[in-house]
């Protein structure tokens, strides 16, 4: 998604934007720019494609400012051209933005009577006509904005600069993530703290509806006019500063860092194998009183909430539904007395879900209608975190790759946590079994570690897959959504068109699929489906299917003709869905690489899915 960086400084900050620029790359892009006001004068470069295309330009022009707004594109209004690249600009004024103006139509057919020329066909160019006219009647530039906002229909990010304002930078905050960077007589705004980190560690989190003006020395925030206090937040220096070190991709690297950052999220919650008497205490909510549970998610999270379904039925007898967040917010679900919302997301600040969440909030608030809501979320400081009841973290680090990896199974592990804490609160799960779970989740770091190792194994099988146009993924139990899992990895990096089923669904449709040509993966734990699941390979290999195998090395499953098997160390059924999530992601990553694919910036998709 869309990427604004800015700043305002004594020094020139060209390379600050630049560099912060390439620090969201990873959130998907496909054009960018930049502006820098210099003696009264607005200097801009836009171009189609990757940041250093942005750099190479800059650097011919020779571009210096001590005020500036750079931003990187990911088409929604108008095509990635360099007209469309932002920022815009009317007259004295420069915008960039993240997010959408719904109502740019009618705003640019009012603009356009008034003689204003449009050069680009985004949304984003009205902002900056809207305050080139406002400020024909505002006393300042502040005050043109803070006039402008409320024309402004949709959910939205701002930077603003103006000529005649040399060390001033205005910036809004209405419905998409914005953080101010506080420096030493310079500051910053970006989408993401991740492009500020070089330059500071003590951030200012703007909240919805905030208008912020910054100079060099000083960071004032208003809401409605009014001056408001928003505390400087220090972040702990051990907040990674991503990078790929030794290894080829990122996503690569997060595959491998899992055994780590499990270890990470449960340590947060143990002591020995038993959960921490603070762990999720500290909150105005009582699991006991909780008689269902409703997950919301996207995409690789929502196989997360899938799995959960399980745990939370078959563990502790407790009703859970699963949704995906696009659907759940515009349908009306029933709320229902005593009913935890959990929102599961990597970023926090997926518009679905956090417009799944804020609509739950408001019409249980007006229906009087008690809930509770917690994220589980990779990002402390993110809306989601902020909004909720409670949150639970997943210490992952930065996730970078825009396929998730160690999220996903960081999320697994905290949502097994989460479900034995209400399982021990509402006394629903025998105190022995919880710590033979724990015990066996304390194990789960060195069995992932074990299943790394047949990292060459899988790039041996991969190599038969790079030609393939078509994949099923197949599973039982709480692998069905690890084959989900797998196909949507395999098809956002690969582009292979992949599905994941149930494989008990496979003689209600799929098997038609089924010949000489497709590839079957099939994901084959010590768990009680599994003579149900070799019914399944059967009806597969009847049918001319060839079969790819990951299975427990108890499985008694073997090496045949058109059947390539990789043994997984043995887990138990439970956590099993942790570990087979690894065979999938690197059977992914390497077909994506024999592919010769973007694998951590895959065509047409971005990191966070900021808007709708
Ligand atoms: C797939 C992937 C996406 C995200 C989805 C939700 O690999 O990464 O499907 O899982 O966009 O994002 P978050 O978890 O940030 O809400």
Not at 12 to 17: A, G, K, R, Y
Not at 140 to 147: M, R, S
Not at 208 to 225: H, Y
Request: charged content about 20%.
């Amino acid at each position: 998604m869309c990427g604004i960086v800015g700043g305002v400084a004594e020094r020139s900050i060209t390379n600050i934007l630049i560099e912060g620029l390439k620090r969201l790359e990873y959130r998907g892009y496909d054009s960018a720019g930049l502006a820098l006001i210099n003696a009264g004068q607005v200097l801009r470069q836009r171009r189609v494609g990757k940041v250093v295309n942005l750099e190479q330009a800059v650097n011919e022009a020779d571009l210096m400012g001590s005020l500036g707004i750079a931003h990187t594109r990911w088409a929604t209004h108008g095509k990635p051209t360099e007209d469309n690249a932002h920022p815009h600009i009317s007259g004295p004024v420069a915008v960039v933005h993240n997010g959408i103006i719904e109502n740019y139509q009618e705003l640019k057919d009012d603009l356009e009577a008034l003689g204003y020329v449009f050069t680009s066909q985004t949304d984003t160019e009205v902002v900056a006509h809207l305050v080139h006219d406002a400020l024909k009647s505002a006393p300042n530039l502040l005050k043109a904005v803070e006039q402008v906002v409320p024309q402004l229909k949709g959910a939205f990010a701002l930077g603003i600069v103006h000529t005649d304002y040399p060390d001033e930078l205005i910036t809004v905050r209405e419905g998409s993530p914005l953080v101010i960077g506080v420096g030493i007589g310079e500051n910053f705004i970006s989408s993401d703290q991740l492009a500020l980190l070089p330059i500071t560690n003590r951030f200012i989190y703007l909240e919805e509806g905030d208008i912020a003006r910054l100079t060099r020395d000083s960071i004032e925030v208003f809401v409605n006019g009014q001056p408001v206090e928003r505390p400087i937040k220090e972040l702990d220096a051990t907040v990674s500063n991503a990078s790929k070190g030794e290894y080829k991709h990122y996503m690569l690297k997060e595959i491998y860092e899992q055994p780590e950052a499990i270890q990470q999220t449960i340590s947060q919650a143990l002591n020995g194998n038993t959960l921490r008497d603070d762990f999720l205490k500290n909150a105005d909510v009582d699991f006991s009183q909780i008689q269902n549970v409703q997950i919301i998610a996207c995409g690789t999270s929502y196989h997360a909430g899938m799995i959960a379904k399980y745990w939370f039925e078959q563990l502790i007898n407790l009703p859970c539904q699963v949704e995906i967040a696009s659907e759940f917010r515009y349908r009306t679900p029933v709320i229902v007395n005593h009913t935890l919302y959990v929102c599961i997301s990597q970023s926090g600040e997926t518009a679905d879900t956090l417009a799944a969440l804020r609509d739950t909030q408001k019409r249980a608030a007006e229906k009087n209608i008690h809930i509770a809501t917690l994220t589980i979320c990779n990002v402390a400081t993110s809306s989601m975190v902020r909004e909720t009841h409670h949150s639970l973290l997943t210490l992952a680090g930065p996730e970078i790759g825009v396929a998730s990896t160690k999220a996903f199974t960081t999320q697994l592990a905290a949502l097994m946590l989460l479900v034995l804490k209400i399982g021990q609160v509402k006394q629903s799960i025998a105190a022995d079994e919880i710590s033979s779970i724990i015990a066996d989740l304390w194990h789960i770091p060195k069995v992932m570690l074990d299943t790394l190792q047949k990292d060459k194994e899988i790039l041996r099988l991969s190599d038969l897959f790079k030609e393939k146009q078509h994949c099923l993924f197949l599973g039982r139990g709480t692998e069905f959504p690890i084959a989900l899992e797998g196909a949507l990895k395999l098809k956002e990096i690969s582009y292979i068109h992949a599905e994941g089923y149930a494989a008990g669904e496979l003689k209600h449709g799929p098997l038609a699929l089924v010949d000489n040509d497709m590839p079957v993966v099939i994901l084959a734990p010590q768990d009680d489906m599994l003579d149900k699941l070799k019914s399944n390979m059967e009806e597969v290999q009847a049918r001319g299917g060839e079969l790819f195998v990951f299975a427990d090395e108890t499985s008694g499953i073997k090496e045949k003709d058109r059947q390539h098997v990789v043994l997984v160390p043995n887990v138990n059924a439970l956590l099993a869905p942790i570990v087979y999530s690894i065979p999938v992601q690197l059977l992914s990553y390497h077909v994506a690489v024999l592919r010769g694919t973007d694998v951590d910036q895959p065509r047409n998709l971005a990191k966070s899915v900021t808007v709708e």
